[in-house]
């Protein structure tokens, strides 16, 4: 059975939440081990806020990658069908021929950083017309002023906005913008028994 995705429970906790909904979205509840959601968390919350708090600036890029790495290495025990990889850079664009379009297409999610006023972990789980199926796990219900961003609750298995693919390779910190690229970061995930590629689907190939 599949969970639907959940919301972060604070201001912080993007990155975990993100994290968590990827294999909430991959795998059914009866496959994933606990030590997959123990150490989701254990890893993430790693920065300090400037009154020395800790976990009160979210989660870092060196958290996410040691993460990605962590989760790829658990796939090949056996334990869940998992692989990983981490994508910094310039090799994250959103484009129909990039790679993090294409993963979406074979099945797989990704977790990309960008900004939401400040840099913010999302969850991107399809293309459909030349929009992302993103689940942004920060609570909002109302619309946005980009009438082109629709907010939807009618998916919550899956995503939770509809966003053009012209928003994300901005440089910009504007909504949904991937920001500079030398900051950019995301993490593609798949299940192997699931993911698509030329010997299971002509399709894909083709």
């Not at 990827?22 to 030590?35: D, G, W």
């Not at 790693?46 to 600036?57: A, F, R």
């Not at 690229?181 to 299940?191: I, K, M, Q």
Request: aromatic share 12%; with cysteine.
């Amino acid at each position: 059975m599949k969970n639907p995705l959940h919301y972060q429970l604070t201001e912080y906790d993007c990155g975990p939440t993100s994290m968590l909904n990827a294999v909430n979205y991959l795998f059914e509840r009866e496959e994933i081990p606990p030590e997959v959601v123990r150490n989701i968390m254990l890893y993430c919350l790693d920065c300090y806020g400037l009154e020395g708090s800790p976990g009160k600036s979210g989660t870092s890029c060196t958290a996410m990658m040691f993460l990605s790495n962590w989760l790829d290495g658990f796939g090949n025990t056996g334990k869940l069908a998992v692989s990983s990889s981490y994508l910094a850079g310039r090799r994250v664009v959103i484009t129909q021929n990039g790679e993090i379009v294409d993963a979406l297409h074979r099945g797989g999610a990704a977790v990309v950083r960008l900004y939401y006023e400040i840099a913010h972990y999302v969850l991107l789980t399809g293309e459909k017309d030349g929009n992302i199926l993103m689940f942004d796990p920060y609570y909002q219900t109302e619309d946005f002023e980009q009438t082109d961003i629709i907010v939807t609750s009618s998916h919550p298995f899956t995503y939770n906005r509809i966003v053009p693919l012209s928003c994300f390779n901005r440089e910009s910190h504007e909504l949904y913008a991937l920001g500079k690229t030398e900051y950019r970061e995301a993490v593609l995930l798949f299940n192997k028994k699931t993911k698509l590629t030329a010997e299971k689907t002509i399709e894909y190939f083709i």
